[in-house]
């Protein structure tokens, strides 16, 4: 079986995410060609191999440097026929989910996205994904022969298999017709750990009482190296960016470590972290309903608790 | 300017989630259903869209019948007439298909940014490749400029600045609009809007949806004192082996 691994870069890194496709791809025992689109750093891309792909296509065409989804999809769909790829395989993402979703219709694929595991092919061909916000897991049959999967955090270990992959030029013939949305400008936390990819977040709420109280979250974050989160009421009130929201109607996110400080836990923010691998929450109230949902708990005041927090992490380093 | 909402009929967003018949059916016992949280946004876009410019709004639900209090509610909020293709919405390919099936010739077609049951974030792009139109998604902020689309997109870590021609296909996020409750008039004025009920085209199923499965209950929480973070510190380390 052939896989196509789309790679996704964000600022001329490779996405942890993307690695993570290709370690699924592996992980199903198949012969794995990564693709990455645009201008791109060879030594990254030589880098995928380690993960398992033998051969990456680099389509390198600053034309791609505009990530239009329609050309993406377009490309791709085109890729997987060059290369006879019966799967593509790819990290869920503002990108990369919509991509799939249209390669799987111009191939008359099977598609699944928010894929949580590898695949399970005793009988059929069956992905388990992510339903109800977190709340539940469905077991999908992809029926056609050709199968697009969009995975999200976690979905494969990542585990060095190999050394470095042959990167090749991929040529492209682009669509004008294609390039249908066009990006006017943009804004963009640099430098920041993304919040999607985070294996560390620390995440305030309400009980923080205002934005100029965020230092002491920032503190502990950059002590732990981790992303910062916030509840809804939080973006709402304008404290913090919206994209930092985390829960229902927010980011959904899968670290190792979530640490609620000052939030009361309703079922919507829950529903964002309950992929998290280890929960910490820290709130004054000890019947806060977050508690039950937490590995780990402190009744305290956040102002004095935060503080001694981020001490004894940096004197545990 | 004809807008075309798509909204899904889900658990409201505290409900409970089980399932009956050896794990291949959803629970509804207790659980209210309602308009998809992102769906809502994208209503009340449209009807302040209508509002401003006077365009027209039909809500398209794919479901069975017992969508049609949610399917009254968009009426009651503000949408002209509704159409239901009457079946079980299994998959978002099945369900784009059958949108894809009524949306043209409208010039937005307006859905949220995911189902909340599903959470496949598909179906609006699926539906712009089978019309061969533009789809852009999470929109937070949505102007018409004559034949363009100006929009704001969230991306991982921050916004984009996106412009399209219409016709045009958006899945909609807050701040895009405020959330509106139907009012008396609304509710009185949605009984005798029309509902149109049209049977789902034959489409090749490509999945099946073969069980379902909650994950594993987490055990008991462990409490510190707040006089002793450091043993917070050594048990992430040591115990849970996260740091
Ligand atoms: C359709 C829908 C979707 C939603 N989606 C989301 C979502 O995606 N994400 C989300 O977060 N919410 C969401 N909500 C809102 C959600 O229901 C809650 O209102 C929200 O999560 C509460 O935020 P909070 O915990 O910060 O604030 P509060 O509920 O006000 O809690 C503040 C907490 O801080 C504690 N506290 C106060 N002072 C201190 C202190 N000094 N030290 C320590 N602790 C302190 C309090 O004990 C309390 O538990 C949604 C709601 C709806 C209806
Ligand atoms: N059964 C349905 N009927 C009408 N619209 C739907 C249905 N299911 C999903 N949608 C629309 O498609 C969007 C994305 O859904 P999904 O791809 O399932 O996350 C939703 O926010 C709705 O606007």
């Known amino acids: 079986m052939n896989i196509l691994v789309f790679i996704e870069t964000a600022e001329g890194k490779i996405r942890k995410t993307s690695l993570e496709a290709v370690a699924y791809a592996k992980a199903m025992g198949a012969s794995v060609t990564a693709i990455v689109l645009g201008t791109a750093d060879n030594n990254e891309m030589q880098s995928v191999g380690k993960y398992g792909a033998t051969k990456v296509l680099h389509a390198n065409d600053a034309k791609l440097d ?34 799939a979703a249209k390669v799987a219709i111009k191939t008359k694929a099977s598609f699944a996205s928010n894929v949580a595991e590898l695949p399970n092919t005793s009988s059929g061909f069956t992905v388990k994904r992510s339903i109800y916000t977190g709340k539940a897991f469905a077991h999908v049959e992809l029926k056609n022969a050709k199968k697009v999967i969009a995975i999200r955090k976690n979905a494969a270990e990542l585990k060095e298999v190999g050394g470095n992959a042959q990167v090749v030029g991929y040529s492209v013939t682009l669509n004008d017709a294609d390039f249908n949305t066009k990006t006017v400008s943009h804004e963009k936390a640099t430098g920041d750990i993304l919040l999607p990819e985070a294996e560390i977040v620390v995440s305030g709420g309400r009980g923080m009482k205002g934005p100029e109280h965020w230092g002491i979250i920032e503190d502990l974050a950059k002590a732990l190296h981790a992303a910062t989160g916030c509840s809804k009421p939080v973006s709402d009130m304008g404290w913090r960016p919206h994209h930092e929201h985390v829960g229902q109607t927010g980011v959904k996110v899968a670290p190792q470590l979530y640490i609620a400080v000052g939030i009361s836990g309703a079922i919507q923010h829950l529903a964002g972290v309950n992929s998290s691998k280890c929960i910490v929450v820290i709130n004054k109230d000890a019947d806060a309903p977050f508690f039950k949902a937490a590995d780990y708990g402190i009744v305290g005041d956040a102002f004095e608790v935060l503080p001694k927090l981020t001490q004894a992490v940096l004197a545990a380093k | 300017m004809k807008i075309l909402v798509c909204v899904s009929h889900v658990p409201d967003t505290t409900s409970k989630i089980a399932f009956v018949d050896n794990n291949t059916k959803f629970d509804t016992t207790a659980v ?40 009254r ?54 539906v712009g490749e089978m019309l061969g139109i533009p789809s852009v998604s999470p929109v937070m902020k949505l102007d018409i400029d004559g034949t363009k689309a100006k929009m704001t997109k969230e991306i991982e870590g921050g916004k984009e600045q996106v ?69 917070l510190v050594t048990r992430l380390k040591t115990e849970a082996k996260v740091l």
Request: hydrophobic share 45%; with cysteine.
């Open chain 1, 66 to 99: 505009q990530q239009v989804i329609q050309v993406y999809s377009s490309v791709l769909a085109k890729a997987m026929e060059d290369e006879n790829a019966d799967v593509l395989v790819l990290a869920n993402s503002s990108l990369g989910t919509p991509v």
């Open chain 2, 32 to 71: 209210q259903f309602i308009i998809g949280p992102y769906e809502d946004y994208a209503l009340a876009r449209a009807v302040e869209l209508k509002e401003s410019s006077g365009a027209t709004v039909t809500v398209l639900n794919v479901g069975l019948a017992d969508t049609e209090p949610t399917i």
């Open chain 2, 73 to 126: 509610k968009a009426l009651a909020i503000g949408a002209d007439d509704a159409i239901r293709v009457n079946s079980e919405p299994t998959d978002s390919f099945f369900v784009a298909s059958q949108i894809a099936e009524h949306a043209k010739g409208y010039d937005l077609i307006l859905m949220g940014r995911e189902s909340i049951d599903f959470n496949s974030g598909v179906v609006h792009a699926m």
């Open chain 2, 163 to 231: 412009e399209a021609n219409l016709p045009l296909v958006a899945g909609c996020q807050e701040p895009i609009a405020e959330w509106k409750i139907p009012n008396m008039r609304g509710i009185m004025s949605a009984r005798t809007k029309p509902l149109k009920v049209v049977e789902p085209k034959a489409t090749e199923q490509s999945v099946a949806n073969k069980n379902f499965e909650l994950p594993a209950p987490k055990g008991a929480v462990k409490m510190i004192s707040a006089d002793n973070v450091a043993e």
